[in-house]
């Protein structure tokens, strides 16, 4: 794109320093540099396409690598979480299982050892059995409790890795956001290009037109019947592109 520039700017001093027309607002340049610099324009211009062509087809593989990336992330997140709920609802059910069973095996002992006891006395079962009772309601509520925690603590760890996933996603908006920007802003200088460059082209096109008719009229001039051949057709030669 420098030389797209460089080469506009050597128009423009061509132009601006060209010898003017007599009696007109006309010019004469020299024909081979105004097209040879019109030919670096043209050379230019297809490599900065590209070029754009390039930032838009990067910006298209990494946005699709940050949502590939976030649905991962999140995926991997949701399977972690259901994971750590079921592995701590079976470690809850397990010792709630294991403290009922032991209750029950309690119990039962209690019961025995009460019936074998029951010739010393009905006082003294009756209080083996109420301790037995409470010592089996005891180990169940042990039970509950210890899977009221792994519950809780299984909950609290499935929010934290939707926190941490929530922050994963809005990271990779943002970093969508900057690209969408950097893309626009591309769009916009090379639509700023395109129209600094058409607008000089339409210049250098119509200066072009309006010498080519100097040009032809001077032709005209000297095939004209009532045109001399003494200092007029050199001052006419001199008009020339």
Do not use: W
Request: aromatic share 4%; glycine share 6%; proline share 2%.
């Amino acid at each position: 794109m420098y030389r797209v520039f460089e080469a506009l700017d050597e128009l423009v001093t061509i132009v601006e320093e060209a010898r003017g027309v007599p009696m007109t607002s006309s010019c004469v340049v020299p024909r081979g540099d105004v097209l040879e610099l019109l030919d670096d324009v043209r050379d230019a211009l297809p490599g900065e396409v590209d070029d754009a062509q390039d930032v838009l087809d990067k910006r298209d593989d990494l946005l699709l690598a940050a949502r590939k990336e976030a649905g991962e992330t999140v995926a991997g997140a949701n399977e972690e979480a259901e994971r750590t709920v079921s592995d701590a609802t079976s470690e809850a059910e397990r010792i709630l299982a294991d403290a009922r069973a032991r209750a029950e095996q309690m119990l039962g002992d209690a019961h025995n050892e009460a019936e074998r006891m029951v010739a010393g006395g009905q006082a003294e079962y009756q209080n083996l059995t109420e301790r037995s009772r409470a010592e089996s309601e005891r180990m169940i509520q042990a039970g509950r409790d210890a899977y009221d925690r792994a519950i809780e603590d299984a909950r609290a760890e499935q929010a934290r890795l939707v926190s941490q996933t929530e922050v994963v996603q809005a990271a990779h908006a943002e970093s969508a956001r900057i690209v969408d920007e950097a893309h626009s802003e591309a769009d916009r200088q090379r639509a700023d290009c395109d129209a600094y460059v058409d607008g000089k082209l339409a210049e250098f096109s119509e200066l072009l037109a309006t010498t080519l008719r100097t040009v032809d009229s001077g032709r005209n001039h000297l095939r004209s019947p009532s045109t001399g051949h003494g200092n007029g057709r050199s001052t006419l030669y001199d008009y020339q592109v």
